[in-house]
């Protein structure tokens, strides 16, 4: 009997340890919410004011600028004609590096004296008039990669595309069928069209 009165009194003091420290540890628990706030990279690239990321079916205009020619109707091209027509690209809103990719294609098959002859990089604040680092063209693709420095936003740019009408030594129109060109564009309103996809990729 007096056996079981020990053990029963050992219980009792255990649990009463037991819940002594669980009173004791009790005093040190607390909760905390903790949370980080970091912003995220942006991606946002506007090509002749138009948001080409977020309407990636944007149609967009090149407006083209020919060289004077008495002899020629304003605004049109002629054999020996040439000309420019600008991309406006606008990357100051985005935090990455990233690359572009330019294809350009004629849709004017029956012309192949009409090219795509070269390109320049315009930088922001370009004054018309200044000299420009002019890159021929062996294809009709432009690319670069734009790396991000971390210091400041990219800068916008224009690239600068030249065509001309090429009349020379290794030309494929004979007199012919520059004027035949021009009868069927009496007829058919036939025009000079380039097309342009542009394709831009983060680079992380």
Known sequence: ???????ILVMVAISFSLSMMS????????????????????WQIMVNNEDILNNGNASISFTP?????????????????????????????????????INLTIE??????????????????YVEGDPLDIINLETYEITQDMLYSGESPFSNFTI?????????????????????????????????IVSANIEFKQKI
């Open 65 to 101: 600028n020919i060289e004077e020619n008495v002899n020629v109707k304003e605004n049109s091209i002629a054999p020996s004609s040439s000309g420019y027509f600008d991309i406006n690209i606008d990357p100051s809103n985005v935090d990455v590096s990233f690359s572009y990719s």
């Open 160 to 192: 600068r595309v030249f065509f001309e009408w090429y009349e020379g030594e290794n030309e494929q129109m004979d007199d012919a069928a520059d004027a035949s060109i021009g009868a069927l564009a009496a007829t058919n309103d036939t025009k000079f």
């Open 23 to 42: 009173n004791t540890y009790s005093r040190y628990v607390a909760n905390t919410t903790g949370s980080i706030e970091t912003p995220l990279a942006k």
């Open 108 to 125: 004017n098959e029956n012309i192949p004296d009409l090219l795509i002859t070269k390109y320049a990089i315009l930088p922001d604040g």
């Open 1 to 7: 009997m007096l056996k079981k009165i020990k053990i």
